[in-house]
Antibody, heavy 121, light 106 residues
Framework: QLQLQESGPGLVKPSETLSLTCNVS??????????WGWVRQPPGKGLEWIGS???????HYNPSLKSRVTLSEDTSKKQFSLKLNSVTAADTAVYFC?????????????WGQGTMVTVSS | DIQLTQSPSFLSASVGDTVTITCRAS??????LAWYQQKPRKAPKLLIY???TLQSGVPSRFSGSGSGTECTLTISSLQPEDSATYYC????????FGGGTKVEIK
């Protein structure tokens, strides 16, 4: 069964690095039919795209976060990861990992349940 | 990046009503427009992709239309379980979401 599951610390101190992993089950993350992304949602607010990674190896990032974000993958473990450095309270949010599908004109069809990350000392 | 503006930001309607949500893009997005439904404390769910194509398993009372810079999501015969926030999204230049429309059932 296709499933995405985020994991990582729920509390990060200001100025430190937020690190999350998305475990993928039921599909290969090496397929050219898909791309993999991160989206976040601050409490009570809307959705914000963080970045996406593609089969070709390319990475696309939200310009407002680009200087602080790194996406990577471990195909052997069927995982992809997000690192966001120099965090502040403004980075407090629910973080979702998601799958984009080229056949669906790049829409996100599968989402993880989300993981809440709080930035606080 | 392309900006998406949704309207209204909130609407309240009765069971059985037809409601329409509009998403305006700051420039043309071809057919690359998706709609998502999000209920409290849940992940978004894909409803429509390619402006008007219903995702598998989504009830037919949901429909999408539009072209150029304006798209709409219509919910016909509104049901209690449609109470949620709806977002449009484009991936064609950068990737952006609309600000969301909260739908309340009276």
């Amino acid at each position: 069964q296709l499933q995405l599951q985020e994991s990582g610390p729920g509390l990060v101190k200001p100025s430190e690095t937020l690190s999350l992993t998305c475990n993928v089950s039921g599909v290969s993350i090496s397929s050219s039919s898909y791309y993999w992304g991160w989206v976040r949602q601050p409490p009570g607010k809307g959705l914000e795209w963080i970045g996406s990674m593609y089969y070709s190896g390319s990475r696309h990032y939200n310009p407002s976060l680009k200087s602080r974000v790194t996406l990577s993958e471990d195909t052997s473990k069927k995982q992809f990861s997000l690192k966001l450095n120099s965090v502040t309270a403004a980075d407090t949010a629910v973080y979702f990992c998601t799958r984009g599908v080229t056949r669906l004109l790049d829409a996100f069809d599968i989402w993880g349940q989300g993981t809440m990350v709080t930035v606080s000392s | 990046d392309i900006q998406l503006t949704q309207s209204p930001s909130f609407l309240s309607a009765s069971v059985g009503d037809t409601v329409t949500i509009t998403c305006r893009a700051s420039q043309g997005i071809s057919n690359y427009l998706a709609w998502y439904q999000q209920k409290p404390r849940k992940a978004p769910k894909l409803l429509i992709y390619a402006t008007s194509t219903l995702q598998s398993g989504v009830p037919s009372r949901f429909s999408g239309s539009g072209s150029g810079t304006e798209c709409t999501l219509t919910i016909s015969s509104l049901q209690p379980e449609d109470s949620a926030t709806y977002y449009c999204q484009q991936p064609i230049e950068g990737l952006t979401f609309g600000g969301g429309t909260k739908v309340e059932i009276k």
